[in-house]
T-cell receptor, first 118, second 116 residues
Framework: EAQVTQNPRYLITVTGKKLTVTCSQN?????MSWYRQDPGLGLRQIYY???????DKGDVPEGYKVSRKEKRNFPLILESPSPNQTSLYFC?????????????????FGPGTRLTVT | GENVEQHPSTLSVQEGDSAVIKCTYS??????FPWYKQELGKGPQLIID?????GEKKDQRIAVTLNKTAKHFSLHITETQPEDSAVYFC???????????????FGTGTQLKVEL
């Protein structure tokens, strides 16, 4: 089954304790991205990756790190979590498509990770 | 960068009525506009999309319209059913050929409630 998986689904941690949220996709997609979802703010992009070893900042990258050593995996790292990083996090993937082709840029989302930092 | 505004933030309709959600975008070069549905406890899922060279697209009870001149697009759901209750997000995709990157910018979401 084609899917994006995230682990853990729920995490409660304390300020300053490093954590990693894993993301894996089995669709051989080049593009992967992390979003955070907060009430009234919608989905905001944290980091994205166009391919292995190619990552770039999204709209809200402060306090986060990512890596893309393999095509299927795109972990999100919080080196020193703070309470303002309490949020619902989503990983997504999509194939890279060129403009002009009659295809969509559909992104496939994981089930989400609910993070609470106290 | 791109800015997407979405209205209303909440919408309550009676079963069988129609629902309309509206979005505006700022970057005239954006060329792809998807709509995602997020059910409780799940990730968003694509329900319909439209490219900039098309004015309207329909898929059963769901339709999307795009006005490039005014830079706004809308989601129309007819004959609403209780299972349509969810959060809906609009988004705009940058134009790779003009440097917009492979990036989706999302609206802030609309909580749709279909009441019996």
């Amino acid at each position: 089954e084609a899917q994006v998986t995230q682990n853990p689904r729920y995490l409660i941690t304390v300020t300053g304790k490093k954590l990693t949220v894993t993301c894996s996709q089995n669709m051989n997609h080049e593009y992967m991205s992390w979003y955070r979802q907060d009430p009234g703010l919608g989905l905001r992009q944290i980091y994205y990756s166009m391919n292995v070893e190619v990552t770039d900042k999204g709209d809200v990258p402060e306090g986060y790190k990512v890596s893309r050593k393999e095509k299927r995996n795109f972990p999100l790292i919080l080196e020193s979590p703070s309470p303002n990083q309490t949020s619902l996090y989503f990983c997504a993937s999509s194939p890279i498509r060129l403009a002009g082709l009659p295809n969509s840029y559909e992104q496939y989302f994981g089930p989400g990770t609910r993070l609470t930092v106290t | 960068g791109e800015n997407v505004e979405q209205h209303p933030s909440t919408l309550s309709v009676q079963e069988g009525d129609s629902a309309v959600i509206k979005c505006t975008y700022s970057d005239s070069a954006s060329n792809y506009f998807p709509w995602y549905k997020q059910e409780l406890g799940k990730g968003p899922q694509l329900i319909i999309d439209i490219r900039s060279n098309v004015g309207e697209k329909k898929d059963q009870r769901i339709a999307v319209t795009l006005n490039k001149t005014a830079k706004h697009f809308s989601l129309h759901i007819t004959e609403t059913q209780p299972e349509d209750s969810a959060v809906y997000f609009c988004a705009a995709h940058g134009n790779i050929l003009t440097g917009g990157g492979n990036k989706l910018t999302f609206g802030t979401g609309t909580q749709l409630k279909v009441e019996l």
